[in-house]
Nanobody
């Protein structure tokens, strides 16, 4: 029932910036409990950033460079990515869940996933 659509990915040079968007639709999800994950080829999907109620959380690898935000009126979640590095190259996914949960950094903590948007950072 819940649909998530990511956009904003692309090719960017190291040190550049991108802003990813996630459009959420449906009735059974909590906009205050959404997250961003990423997956590089041959690697497991890993946590990037998330909301848990009014608190934001970031992976150590992106802290200080990425910022998660939301627009409740538009049911949109964003990921502003600055100072991009080649190791940020991955498919980025937004994730949603039906209700608040304490855990936020595990893929098993989420119920819905978008199809992802490719981010490629050149050296």
């Amino acid at each position: 029932q819940v649909q998530l659509v990511e956009s904003g990915g692309g090719l960017v040079q190291g040190g550049g910036s991108l802003r990813l968007s996630c459009a959420a639709s449906g009735r059974t999800f909590d906009l205050n409990s959404m997250g961003w994950f990423r997956q590089a080829p041959g690697k497991e999907r890993e946590f990037v950033a998330a909301f848990r109620s009014s608190t934001t959380y970031y992976a150590d690898s992106v802290k200080g460079r990425f910022t998660i935000s939301r627009d409740n009126a538009k049911n949109m979640v964003y990921l502003q990515m600055n100072s991009l590095k080649p190791e940020d190259t991955a498919v980025y996914y937004c994730a949603a869940r039906r209700y608040y949960r304490t855990a936020y950094a595990s893929t098993t903590s989420y119920d819905y996933w978008g199809q992802g948007t490719q981010v490629t950072v050149s050296s």
